[in-house]
Nanobody, 125 residues
C-alpha cells in the first residue's frame, strides 16, 4: 500500500523558515520523481518543486531562491526547506510521486499518481 505522509508544517512569522518532510512507503521511492505542491483556499493546486531520482531539481518561480527540495533515497524521505517565508506562502503543502519520467518536470498535478494528505503552512505575524 502506497503511503506518503507529510510533516513539519505549522505557524511561522514572515521571514521565518520551515522544513517539511514526506515519508514514503509502498513503492520504489528511488525510481520516482517526487514533488511538492501547495494549495491555498480558493486557488488551484500549484507545483512548487520537483526532484528526480538523480537529485536533479526544478522549482517554480515562486520558490526559486527561497525553497530547496531534496531527497534521501536511503530513508525514502522527501524534504522541502523553506526560507524567508511570506504570507502568500500560506497553503496546504502536499508531496506527490510520479513514474512519468518526462511528465514530472511539468509539475502538473495530473502527472503525479500518488499523493499525501498534506501539511498546513501558515505564515502570519
Amino acid at each position: 500500500q502506497v503511503q506518503l505522509v507529510e510533516s513539519g508544517g505549522g505557524l511561522v512569522q514572515p521571514g521565518g523558515s520551515l522544513r517539511l518532510s514526506c515519508a514514503a512507503s509502498g513503492f520504489t521511492f528511488s525510481s520516482y520523481g517526487m514533488a511538492w505542491f501547495r494549495q491555498a483556499p480558493g486557488k488551484e493546486r500549484e507545483g512548487v518543486a520537483v526532484i528526480d531520482s538523480y537529485r536533479r531539481a526544478q522549482s517554480a518561480d515562486s520558490a526559486k531562491g527561497r525553497f530547496t527540495i531534496s531527497r534521501d533515497n536511503a530513508k525514502n524521505t522527501l524534504y522541502l526547506q523553506m526560507n524567508n517565508l511570506k504570507p502568500e506562502d500560506t497553503a496546504m503543502y502536499y508531496c506527490a510521486a510520479s513514474a512519468d519520467r518526462l511528465g514530472w518536470w511539468s509539475l502538473l498535478p495530473s502527472t503525479f499518481g500518488y499523493w499525501g494528505q498534506g501539511t498546513q503552512v501558515t505564515v502570519s505575524s
